[in-house]
């Protein structure tokens, strides 16, 4: 298949086992070389894109197994209660406020007589 277009000047290019231009030919090897390798890169890309969606199924599931092997051997002991788990995000909060305060050494403060 030939492609013939006319320029401004007059001047066609051909496309058919190289692309003419007004300078010279890109010769049909680099052609064929430029496609291929685009090809290679594109299957590369895909394969492992492909590959790395497997290994993240593959751990989600490995995960899985073990979290349950893990709740069988324990008993359900690891199950937390809201209760202690309310006590627990409170014990956190009151940890963060008094760590967050100004030390009483540093305002030359007692540091009970604000908490009273």
Do not use: Y
């Not at 394969?47 to 751990?59: C, E, I, Q």
């Amino acid at each position: 298949m030939t492609l013939v277009a006319g320029g401004p000047i007059g001047r066609c290019c051909t496309i058919s086992t190289g692309i003419l231009w007004e300078d010279g030919a890109i010769e049909q090897v680099v052609v064929d070389e430029g496609i291929r390798l685009t090809l290679v890169g594109i299957g590369t890309a895909f394969a492992l894109l492909l590959l790395l969606t497997l290994v993240v199924a593959l751990m989600g599931v490995v995960v899985r197994r073990i979290a349950r092997a893990g709740e069988r051997s324990s008993g359900g002991v690891g199950k937390a209660d809201p209760e202690l788990r309310d006590r627990a995000l409170a014990a956190v909060v009151g940890v963060g406020i008094m760590r967050a305060r100004p030390s009483a050494s540093a305002a030359g403060d007692n540091a009970r007589s604000d908490l009273v």
